[in-house]
C-alpha cells in the first residue's frame, strides 16, 4: 500500500494475478491513495501539481 505519491517515467507489474478468479499469483496487488496534503504542502522537491490533466495519448483494446 502506498498513501502519497509516486514519481515515476515508467509503470510496469508488480506482479501478476489469475484472470479467471482475480487472485494474485506472483507479486503484489497495488493499492495506491494520493496525500491530498501534497497538492498544497508537497514535500521538498516533489513536482508541483496543475490543476488540470491533459490526455495527450489515449489506445483501447479488447481483452482477450
Known sequence: ???GGIV???RGAVGTFNI???QTVTGFMKNYTFD???SEDPPPHYPTLSDMFV???WHESAVK
Open 36 to 38: 491530498e496534503r501534497f
Open 20 to 22: 479467471s478468479s482475480g
Open 55 to 57: 490526455w495527450e495519448n
Open 8 to 10: 515515476q517515467s515508467y
Open 1 to 3: 500500500s502506498v498513501h
